[in-house]
């Protein structure tokens, strides 16, 4: 089992940016506004010779019971609850504050191992800080920059003896024997209910959730098994309209929702039943097709919809006409508060990941190409007809085919959206995006063949 640490402190002392620098990459989001980081947010760490878990927490505050940075607060908690050892940071230009020292006496009474990060040490300012850090219980604080990279190796002999050491060979073993997971994003406007239908699938309260609107501002990746199966699970921050989107905060949540939908192999657009499929709703799933992603629509909060029958109907009439490129794509209706149909929606997710990765023999799809042409042949073009000759896969995730002929070059578009819909129906492949390029074959003997 892999060694936890959970990196913890009030707002704005470089959490995030420490986090960054043990995972090797910006996962987490960076900004000077305090209080950016609200969910925990869980990377594999490595220093040196160490691997360990590490969680980037949101800031310790004081806060009444009941609101939004009490329930911040609560995630931190169970994310030190869980934790093998905690990193207490402090932004020791600041000084020690009461806040600060509250906080170590709460994780003092915990009894698990602390290590105290004094951040932000890059210049003689610091200096004062650190002989007052002293006063926190926590012995010799680790003087530390974690944006400049500055007292890692006194970071390293610190965790040492509490991280168990891994050889590489038992590393590689691990990681070729792991089944690769499912890279899933959840997606959506606001308070569509993303992350409630998170929490519903993981079976715990494992983000924040309430009637605020944009409580999710990071793109937070959990690892996750669905009856033996993984995942890698994505809940993004609500993508609202771009012009609508002002303040730096949510530009930046706004980018790490667009990579986690790029790095996906499966989206899952939230809809609200009761604003069902605005024109966001159709820009967020044109987005998908556009990346070439799998799409599955879930349809939320479906318990408060009256006439269920006809907006199902007016539903799936919309997406025929406004998404003609994933036609037939799994459309879910289900209650993420109360837990309703997680089951047909985790099986739509895996049906589309399986036709997302479809592979078709190439005899296979010559036959097709033979009969649907031979049923409905190319138009006439100035007298001429393009002659399909050959077909093949070129591609998957999505699925590509290239179709190699001549005259190809005057083929029109209704004619290849006939050629992608008879594969789709002959193939049984609904609900993902197919490519299908054109290669044209010269003949050398006829100019402008």
Known sequence: MAFTLAIVGRPNVGKSTLFNRLVGRRLALVDDTPGLTRDRREGEGQLGDLRFTVIDTAGLEDAAPRTLAARMRAQTERAVAAADATLLVIDVRAGVTPLDRDFANWLRKLGRPVILVANKCESDAAIPGLAEAHGLGFGE??????????????????????????TMETIEAAETEAPR????????????????????????????????????????????????????????????????????????????????????????????????????????????????????????????????????????????????????????????????????????ILKTHEAWNTELPTPQLNRWLAGVTERHPPPLVQGRRARLRFMRQVGTRPPTFAIFGGKLKTLPEDYLRYLTNSLRETFDLPGIVLRIVLRQTENPYVEGA
Not at 141 to 166: D, Q, R
């Open 141 to 166: 604080p680790i003087a530390l920059s974690a944006e400049h990279a500055l007292g890692l190796g006194e970071l390293h002999a610190a965790l040492a003896p509490l991280v168990p050491t891994e």
């Open 181 to 348: 997971p499912i890279k899933l994003a959840i997606v959506g406007r606001p308070n569509v209910g993303k992350s409630t239908l998170v929490n519903r699938l993981l079976g715990e309260e494992r983000l924040l959730t309430g009637p605020e609107p944009g409580i999710t501002r990071d793109a937070i990746a959990i690892t996750w098994a669905w009856r033996g199966r993984p995942f890698l699970l994505v809940d993004t921050a609500g993508l609202r309209k771009k012009a609508r989107v002002s303040d730096a905060m949510e530009r930046l949540s706004t980018g790490d929702a667009l990579r986690a939908i790029r790095a996906a192999q499966v989206v899952v657009l939230v809809l609200d039943a009761t604003m069902m499929l605005e024109k966001q709703d159709l820009t967020i799933a044109s987005l998908v097709i556009d990346e070439g992603r799998g799409l599955v629509i879930a349809v939320n909060k479906w318990d408060l919809i009256e006439d269920s029958a006809a907006a199902l109907r007016k539903l799936r009439d919309r997406l025929e006409i406004s998404l003609p490129q994933v036609k037939g794509v799994a459309c879910i209706t289900l209650s993420a508060l109360h837990g309703k149909k997680l089951d047909a929606v985790m099986g739509a």
